[in-house]
């Protein structure tokens, strides 16, 4: 066992020769790993597919956002963006992690890449750690709420399309926001290949309604509008460009690679 302040070079080249093994062709943490008795540990392995799915998730995770990019930017600036921006920004961030990933398949992630590029001076990669820690803390107290709060939001709209006269109490909403999280939390508990399991169902059910409204829409769509001044501009009350949400509500679709470099 190496410590991590020793050396991260060494502890990077250790994993990964423990890790290399031609025969597999699937990923996870104990995908080709070795347990305390030194057989084969096959647990939480993933295939190419449920990996592909898991990326989809850490990354863009549906079209969601687009809306905001189409108020502060326009509809023909966001579909320009959406094609622009991934391959500007997403295709040189999946390249750099995934080849970071391949060189040091740990848990650690992105922490041992600076440990790795910081050998010498350990205390770096511990600044980074413990960075990564509060950055964590902070964005599970304010980023993950956004999620139980929108999918109740979207709950609460589809009620109210077929059953209008269902009461969405205050007790209500927090029944269902508590039900969210502990389907959430049991999920988590499993490992990697479980919780890949259920991403798939998830993704699918998420993205099948955008699928199915897009060539439901498609032979009604005018695409001259596009192009008219009328229609291309923001959608907001003032009808002036916001450049800063819209570039970032389009970065913000496309981050999460680091994430996807340590499955």
């Known amino acids: 066992n190496v410590a991590l302040k020793h050396d991260g070079v060494v502890l990077c080249e250790q994993q990964r020769l423990l890790s290399t093994d031609k025969s597999e062709h699937t990923y996870g943490h104990n995908a080709v790993g070795t347990d305390k008795n030194g057989s084969k540990n096959k647990a939480g392995k993933l295939s190419q597919f449920q990996l592909a799915v898991m990326i989809f998730t850490l990354t863009a995770s549906g079209p969601f956002g687009i809306e905001e990019a189409i108020q502060s930017g326009g509809v023909l600036l966001t579909l320009i963006g959406l094609m622009v921006v991934p391959i500007i920004y997403s295709i040189p961030q999946s390249l750099m992690c995934s080849e970071m990933g391949a060189l040091c398949p740990s848990w650690h992630g992105y ?6 590029a910081f050998g010498d001076v350990p205390y ?8 990564n820690a509060i950055a964590e803390i902070i964005a599970m107290g304010s980023d993950i709420p956004i999620y139980t709060v929108l999918m109740c939001f979207y709950f609460e709209q589809f009620m109210h399309s077929y059953w209008p006269q269902f009461v969405w109490t205050a007790w209500t909403q927090y029944l269902f926001r508590f039900c969210v999280i502990v389907l959430a939390a049991i999920l988590n508990i499993f490992n990697i290949a479980h919780l890949s399991s259920s991403n798939v169902v998830f993704a699918a059910i998420v993205a099948l309604p955008f699928v199915v409204g897009f060539f439901y829409m498609l032979p009604s769509t005018d695409f001259s509008n596009w192009l008219d001044a009328n229609h291309y501009k923001p959608y907001n009350e003032s009808g002036e460009y916001q450049w800063s949400l819209f570039f970032s509500t389009l970065l913000w679709l496309h981050i999460g690679w680091d994430s996807a470099s340590v499955l």
Request: charged share 5%.
């Open 124 to 131: 770096i990669g511990n600044f980074i750690g413990f960075y």
């Open 111 to 116: 922490i041992m890449w600076v440990y790795r």
